[in-house]
């Protein structure tokens, strides 16, 4: 079978005139077009009889079975075009037309000639069919043709050389009908199949586009000549602000005072008809101002003359300098990992002499002396551990397990609290302890990152009472939580999507690791931080809350 398919597709047909929507609508106009013959010929014989003409019962009752024949195929018949032989549906279509057409033609009566009619099967055969079928349905009529002048000479004796000379001219030019007409079908089955492949790559095309530009970091507006906004991607709504994100497209890009800037900057656009450059303030409706970088680009059509489009690319400055600024900081990360390798001999020597003099010491202010000297060395020596363990490439997903002993998270948190109270006189934050948990964590771990928590809290939180609010709570899970709330002015969106990344400050003087060690020492202890801005409670003022979700441990501790 796969062998027949591919010589037919071979010599008999070529591939344009595969499987097309273009056909069944042709095929469907034919089939209407058989209809209204059948109509057309029933009312003929109808008004040749009410003429005074004598009525032929054998025309009539032909004219109406095509009628219904026609009315049936126009209903049930549903093929495949293109035909490609001389099958089943040949005949209940083109075949029904030419018998019916030839019985017409043999009792004609009056001056109707049906020769004419043999062109509807003709050109059905060759744009729904193969180009065979289609010179195939044109042969039968030339057939039909000269047959019928030989029957007219057998009856009458005339001379048969007018009616032969009619058919051979009727069949050359059916069959010059045929090639045409199939020739136009191959175009239209050909174009057809071009802009199908045309409209699904520019499908593609626009569906690749949006998403691009939906995921890009920098904004995209598209505005017109009049200076409205068609298009304007998330990050484009981030960075103006005021809405944007829910507004109805088109708008006018000088409907908030804010944006004028940037619609001046289009009008010069298009008025000069080449790209402008320039870094404007684009005030924010909370918040303080952005420094946003603004390209222009024109579409082709307006270069052209035509009328185009202005494309226009947004740009955080504080988020190009914050990318800068962490490549720049990720190489002298690099370095200080080295330099902290370094520095493990010299602790390790301050250290070991330490215990040494300690031996020798007998008044108690040099002992003290010498135990914080020893202590605090051994602090650094930890830390030096810690940046030296995040520095090392480690495999994604992979984690460290922690062996150390559980502890008490309400004592541990209440103790360092009230530690961290003390050295900075903050007497504003509010304690909550509901976990009634152990957890697997390193104390001195917690202690950095409840430290380093609360001094952020500490530096944007007001000065009023319960500005600062430290919560432990079981959750939904039944996973003890830690939760650091300040009453600190909302997080910049920029601010936020680099949060815990290494190396990201909004303060110039900040090195920018604070939350991402943070970070890492939850991962490694298998809990997760994260941020929010929400209350506390529902009937609660909003906030920045930070919170710990700590791994699943043992029961909960006595009450």
């Given amino acids: 079978m796969s062998g027949a398919a591919a010589t037919d597709w071979g010599v008999l047909e070529p591939p344009p005139l595969a499987h097309s929507t273009a056909l069944t609508r042709l095929w469907r106009a034919f089939m209407t077009a058989r209809l209204m013959v059948g109509l057309v010929l029933l009312t003929l014989q109808v008004v040749a009889f009410s003429l005074g003409q004598p009525l032929n019962v054998w025309a009539l009752t032909l004219s109406s079975g095509y009628l219904v024949v026609a009315l049936a195929g126009r209903q049930f018949l549903r093929p495949d075009p293109p035909i490609r032989r ?9 075949g029904v037309d030419l018998g019916t057409v ?16 043999f062109a509807l099967p003709v050109l059905m055969g ?27 000479q057998w009856d009458t004796g005339a001379d048969p050389s007018n009616r032969l000379l009619q058919a051979a001219l009727s069949g050359t030019g059916l069959f010059i009908v045929a090639l045409l007409a199939h020739q136009l079908a191959r175009r239209l089955a050909r174009e057809e199949s071009l802009a ?6 520019a499908q593609m095309q626009a569906q690749v586009n949006e998403l691009v530009i939906e995921t890009l970091s920098e904004g995209v507006l598209v505005i017109d000549v009049d200076g409205r906004i068609h298009a304007a991607n998330p990050a484009a709504a981030a960075i103006l602000g005021h809405g944007l994100a829910h507004a109805a497209l088109p708008m006018a890009l000088d409907s908030f005072p ?20 320039e870094e404007v303030p684009v005030a924010q409706s909370q918040g303080a101002a952005r420094e946003v970088r603004v390209l222009t680009r024109l579409t082709p059509a307006q270069a052209a003359g035509g009328m185009g489009l202005c494309v226009m690319f947004l740009h955080d400055l504080r988020e190009l300098e914050a990318r800068i600024r962490t490549e720049k900081l990720a190489a002298m990360g690099r370095m200080s990992a080295a330099v902290a390798h370094e520095i493990r001999n010299p602790l390790a020597a301050i250290t070991q002499a330490s215990a040494l003099l ?5 008044e108690e202010g040099n002992r003290r002396l010498n135990d914080m000297v020893r202590s605090n060395a051994q602090r650094l020596a930890r830390i030096v551990d810690d940046v030296l363990d995040m ?13 150390g002993p559980s502890l008490d998270l309400d004592a541990a948190v209440r103790h360092m609290t009230e530690e961290w109270v003390g050295h900075n006189a903050r007497t504003s934050v509010a304690l909550s302890l509901g976990a009634h948990q152990t957890v697997d964590f390193d104390p001195e771990h917690l202690r950095r990152i409840l430290v380093n928590l ?21 959750g939904s899970d039944q996973r003890a939580r830690l939760h650091v709330w300040s009453d600190g002015a909302p997080l910049d969106p920029a601010v936020q999507r680099h949060l815990f990344e290494p190396f990201f400050s909004s303060e110039s003087r900040s090195s920018g690791l604070g939350l991402f060690i943070c970070r890492e020492l939850c991962e490694r202890h298998g809990a997760q931080i994260g941020y929010a801005r929400r209350p506390l409670s529902q009937d609660g003022a909003e906030g920045n809350l930070f919170s710990i979700h700590f791994a699943p441990l043992a029961a909960p501790l006595p009450q």
């Fill in 86 to 94: 001389l099958g089943l549906n040949w005949l209940l279509s083109m």
């Fill in 126 to 152: 060759a744009v729904v069919g193969t180009l065979p079928v289609g010179l195939a349905t044109a042969a039968s009529v030339a057939v039909l043709l000269l047959g019928d002048a030989l029957r007219v």
């Fill in 454 to 474: 609360l001094d952020n809290a500490a530096r944007y939180a007001s000065a009023q009472e319960r500005s600062i609010q430290v919560v432990t709570r079981v």
């Fill in 358 to 362: 300690g031996e020798d010491l007998h």
């Fill in 102 to 117: 030839a019985l017409l033609h043999v009792l004609q009566s009056g001056s109707i000639n049906y020769t004419p009619l």
């Fill in 391 to 403: 520095a090392r490439a480690r495999q994604q997903g992979e984690q460290r397990p922690h062996a």
């Fill in 258 to 277: 804010a944006w004028r800037p940037l619609a001046t900057l289009a009008a010069q656009t298009f008025a000069q008809e080449r790209s402008q450059s």
């Fill in 196 to 201: 199908e492949r045309s409209r699904g790559t």
